[in-house]
């Protein structure tokens, strides 16, 4: 069995302004607050002497990395994203940044925003434009069904941002 491992597949490159601004935000802190930080408690560590056995300086570089890797995630992504600041001209069908209301066999409502894969977020009810729900709903309209996991969701509500209510 060898260690070779795919690549994953490629994310849809959009994103809400508000999802760069959040990205953007982290990038920023990562690298003015937190990394700043973590290196001068490395520094404090290794003036300690023996390194190989001391803990925080073996943590500490420990989160040194996770930091760089993500910083480098973050300035890449940044740089191929596409921020969506404009709704459709039809706002009676499902496209990126829709807030989609649906309701399942069970008559339970749920409501579900279409965002980029950076800022997918189930308890604020964000989902990945990537998600199979996501791509079931896409170009759909009102009173439309869609099969998910073998349940079948009615959509109830489309809008978008500028709209006052679905």
Same mark, same amino acid.
């Given at each position: 069995?060898?260690?070779?491992? +795919?690549?994953?597949?490629? =994310? &849809?490159?959009?994103?809400?302004?508000?999802?760069?601004?959040?990205?953007?935000?982290?990038?920023?802190?990562?690298?003015?607050? %937190?990394? +700043?930080?973590?290196?001068?408690?490395?520094?404090?560590?290794?003036?300690?002497?023996?390194?190989?056995?001391? &803990? *925080?300086?073996?943590?500490?570089?420990?989160?040194?990395?996770?930091?760089?890797?993500?910083? !480098?995630?973050?300035?890449?992504?940044? /740089?191929?994203?596409?921020?969506?600041? !404009? =709704?459709?001209?039809?706002?009676?069908?499902?496209?990126?940044?829709?807030?989609?209301?649906? %309701?399942?066999? &069970?008559?339970?409502?749920?409501?579900?925003?279409?965002?980029? +894969? /950076?800022?997918?977020?189930? *308890?604020?009810?964000?989902?990945?434009?990537?998600?199979?729900?996501?791509?079931?709903?896409?170009?759909?309209?009102?009173? /439309?069904?869609?099969?998910? &996991?073998?349940?079948?969701?009615?959509?109830?509500?489309?809008?978008?941002?500028? /709209? =006052?209510?679905?």
């Amino acid at each position: 069995m060898s260690r070779y491992r +795919p690549p994953p597949p490629k =994310s &849809a490159p959009y994103i809400t302004p508000e999802g760069h601004q959040a990205l953007h935000a982290e990038l920023k802190r990562l690298w003015k607050v %937190e990394r +700043p930080e973590i290196t001068s408690k490395v520094s404090e560590a290794a003036a300690m002497g023996d390194r190989s056995e001391n &803990a *925080e300086y073996i943590y500490g570089k420990k989160q040194l990395r996770e930091i760089d890797a993500r910083l !480098r995630y973050l300035s890449k992504r940044l /740089d191929v994203l596409n921020v969506v600041d !404009r =709704s459709p001209p039809d706002h009676s069908r499902v496209f990126f940044g829709a807030w989609v209301g649906l %309701e399942d066999d &069970a008559a339970t409502k749920h409501e579900y925003r279409l965002v980029g +894969p /950076d800022e997918f977020d189930a *308890e604020t009810e964000y989902i990945s434009i990537d998600s199979p729900m996501a791509l079931a709903l896409l170009k759909k309209r009102i009173g /439309d069904e869609v099969v998910v &996991a073998g349940t079948t969701y009615r959509i109830t509500t489309i809008r978008y941002a500028t /709209d =006052s209510a679905g």
